[in-house]
């Protein structure tokens, strides 16, 4: 857990030692292995152009490529299927008919090496900034609200769960409380978005909820001012407080919700199928699932809850974050899918579990 100052430390300490250069097709020459010369361009302090030899990341080596038009990576990127000195003789010939038609990239660096190859018309909108953003649109909840940065992964890609934990929507399940899921990415894979978190933290499950209903909000950074911006990022974190309020509904409806033992792989089946799961990730999540209905107490009585606690679990075991966080979405389309009634959330005397509008969100 950090605190947004943490965060924002954190952001600025990896900003620190990333640069971008605009280079024209004509001024770039591809050596081998994935390495890249070009020539610096004078500047006021230093009139000399000097010749740079940087690697190029794998992201990078695969958007060049398919920058400039290079064949199936799969490919060119394999020595096995490519030889190594035919390589470079057909990717600097790209680069000649690039050159030919005055195109120019934007190549953003941390240190030696680079980690994009983007279009020049490329809208930069960085994570410093980002974060920045964020701390302001937290401010206009109110001088009381105290965000908390759970999992933040910080690098070329930002993602991150965003707590409010003075707000508790249910003291069962560990602690329900509104969050927000926010991720930017610098090396052009994906704009910044803001959407709709649930976060238990007795146990760090995250559940993103509203992506794939459209809920959630891309921020457009184009030829948009500082102050516009701004009241976008904070509309949009005030808008993912207020989907993580229906997702707490919908999460403690999803434990009223019976599933047969026999229907739990068709139904884990069906969602491994459209979110490309392997059969061992599958089984996992089917294993999480039995092994949570049995912490729960209902270990022959399997409900929904089971299902999506399952999911985040499986999430978290995945090194590959991007992967993660899909399956963290899916559990959230899988929420979203629950239905409640108005009267299955009033106050009871029965000691049944319940969620109250915690807070109005600006």
């Not at 947004?4 to 020459?29: F, I, P, T």
């Not at 990239?105 to 190859?117: K, P, S």
């Not at 909840?141 to 910080?154: T, Y």
């Not at 399940?173 to 238990?200: C, F, K, M, Q, W």
């Amino acid at each position: 857990m950090q605190t947004l100052a943490e965060l924002k430390q954190s952001v600025d300490e990896y900003a620190a030692g990333c640069w971008d250069e605009r280079v024209a097709a004509g001024d770039l020459h591809y050596i081998a292995n994935k390495i890249v010369r070009y020539p610096t361009k004078p500047t006021l302090f230093n009139q000399q152009s000097v010749l740079m030899e940087l690697a190029l990341s794998d992201h990078a080596y695969a958007q060049f490529n398919e920058r400039v038009g290079g064949p199936d990576l799969r490919w060119i990127g394999n020595s096995e299927n490519c030889p190594p000195d035919l390589e470079p003789i057909i990717l600097n010939r790209l680069l000649q008919k690039e050159a030919a038609e005055g195109r120019e990239y934007l190549m953003r660096a941390r240190g030696d090496v680079f980690r994009a190859v983007l279009s020049n018309q490329y809208s930069v909108f960085d994570n410093v900034k980002f974060v920045e953003l964020v701390e302001r649109g937290i401010d206009t909840l109110g001088a009381d609200v105290v965000a908390q940065i759970h999992r933040p992964s910080i690098g070329d890609r930002l993602r991150a769960y965003i707590l409010l934990p003075q707000i508790t929507f249910s003291e069962r399940y560990g602690g329900l409380h509104p969050g927000a899921y926010i991720r930017n990415s610098e090396i052009g894979d994906g704009s910044a978005r803001v959407t709709g978190g649930l976060y238990r933290s007795v146990c760090t499950n995250g559940i993103i909820y509203g992506w794939e209903s459209g809920s959630d909000i891309a921020i457009k950074h184009k030829w948009v001012d500082g102050n516009m911006l701004a009241a976008m990022v904070a509309g949009a974190l005030s808008e993912g407080f207020k989907l993580s309020e229906e997702a707490a509904i919908k999460f403690v409806a999803s434990e009223s919700i019976h599933i047969e033992q026999q229907s739990l792989r068709p139904l884990i089946e069906e969602w491994a199928k459209k979110y490309k799961l392997s059969q061992k990730v599958s089984d996992e999540w089917q294993g999480a699932s039995v092994g949570n209905a049995g912490e729960s107490g209902h270990a022959k009585d399997l409900r929904m809850m089971d299902v999506i606690n399952g999911a985040t679990y499986v999430a978290q075991r995945q090194e590959d974050e991007t992967f993660a966080e899909a399956i963290e979405r899916m559990a959230g389309e899988i929420l979203r899918g629950v239905s409640v009634s108005d009267q299955d959330f009033v106050s009871q005397s029965d000691g049944q579990a319940h969620v109250q509008p915690a807070f109005q969100w600006a």
